[in-house]
């Protein structure tokens, strides 16, 4: 494509040759003659002067002296927007694999595609365009929306629902029983779970991740929520619009995550935690039960503190050993002083 078409794509403004052509697309890190990149801030461009990137989409304000710019206000999604273009997401044949078991009670869109070694069961509803991939299983009971791929190997309880271009990776278990006992005090007493799991529209979930159904009512993954590998949410959690959560994080039962949440790493998060709108959560941070964060605030630590308090509690430690030391040397010193005031005194 010309540089041209492309910015045209993303309602971009052209500085340069409008005309050059563009091959595909690249990251700064691997550089190739002829592919598109992008900057996220106009200062990066004056490093990569002499890179064999010819053309850079780069935010409005940017200016090159040797390379075309595709200038927008966001970069890093203009980039997306024609990764995507470049290279087009696989398109899967619609059908029924003979190697597939559907149960006649299913309701399938014409167009659905259902590949080898799958599992459909009673009462399952599926919307037009959607994927099941090979050897996943889909229990009775569930509704799936439209345009939604289920990658391989995928488990899908009984009563999950699951709405529109909903993504869900290879060896994902949505529905399995949440972690509810009584103990008697000899034994761990089953608490059955009968509730379900609800995904709405626009969820991505990774490969390796376990979503539990509630004990009573619904598990709920609200819409546009993104979801690494390697992610537990517990029973009855509730997880805002747009919150995402990165790899082995942790939510245990009934918390409540707001919109546009950011968990990062590592973070664990105890039971009827609730955590207000556009918080932070740092990496390998650490929350008790029952801890409730504000909104639009940033926290980090185990246990997880306010950011201007950890910071500080951070560059503390350092020297922690060498004031150890001095507060024993004052303990000694006080101690000197008070035997001698006392003989002072006797005399």
């Not at 949440?261 to 039971?271: C, F, N, P, T």
């Not at 556009?278 to 980090?300: D, E, H, R, T």
């Amino acid at each position: 494509m010309k540089v041209k078409e492309i910015a045209s794509l993303v309602e971009g403004n052209i500085l340069g040759d409008e005309s050059l052509e563009i091959s595909g697309v690249t990251s700064t890190e691997f550089p190739k003659n002829g592919y598109l990149s992008f900057v996220n801030e106009a200062g990066q461009l004056r490093e990569l002067e002499n890179s064999a990137i010819p053309c850079f989409i780069a935010p409005l304000e940017s200016a090159s002296e040797s390379k075309t710019l595709i200038r927008v206000k966001n970069p890093k999604k203009a980039w997306a927007q024609i990764l995507s273009v470049f290279c087009p997401p696989k398109k899967f044949k619609p059908g029924i694999s003979e190697k597939a078991f559907v149960n006649p009670s299913a309701e399938l869109a014409p167009d659905v595609t259902v590949e080898p070694f799958v599992y459909i069961g009673e009462n399952v509803k599926i919307g037009k365009g959607s994927v099941i991939r090979a050897n996943s299983y889909i229990d009775s009971d569930v509704t799936i929306g439209s345009d939604a791929l289920i990658h391989p190997n995928v488990m899908i309880y009984d009563h999950t629902v699951i709405g529109n271009h909903v993504i869900i990776h290879a060896g994902t278990v949505i529905g399995s029983d949440g972690f509810g006992y009584v103990f008697t005090g000899r034994e761990h007493y089953k608490v059955p779970q009968i509730g379900n799991v609800i995904i709405e529209d626009e969820v991505e979930i990774g490969s390796n991740v376990s979503v539990d159904r509630a004990t009573i009512g619904s598990t709920l993954i609200q819409k546009g929520v993104k979801l690494d590998n390697l992610v537990q949410v517990a029973h009855n959690v509730q997880i805002g619009q747009s919150t995402v959560a990165s790899s082995q994080v942790g939510i245990s039962g009934s918390s409540k995550i707001g919109n546009c949440v950011i968990l990062a790493g590592q973070v664990g998060i105890a039971d009827h935690c609730e955590i207000g709108d556009g918080v932070i959560i740092g990496a390998q941070a650490g929350l008790p039960s029952k801890k409730k964060i504000p909104p639009q605030k940033v926290y980090f630590g185990s246990p997880a503190r306010p950011y201007e308090v950890e910071r500080k509690i951070l560059a503390s430690q350092p020297f922690l050993a060498d004031a150890v030391k001095k507060v024993r040397e004052l303990e000694k010193k006080i101690e000197r002083l008070e035997k001698n005031a006392n003989c002072a005194g006797k005399a």
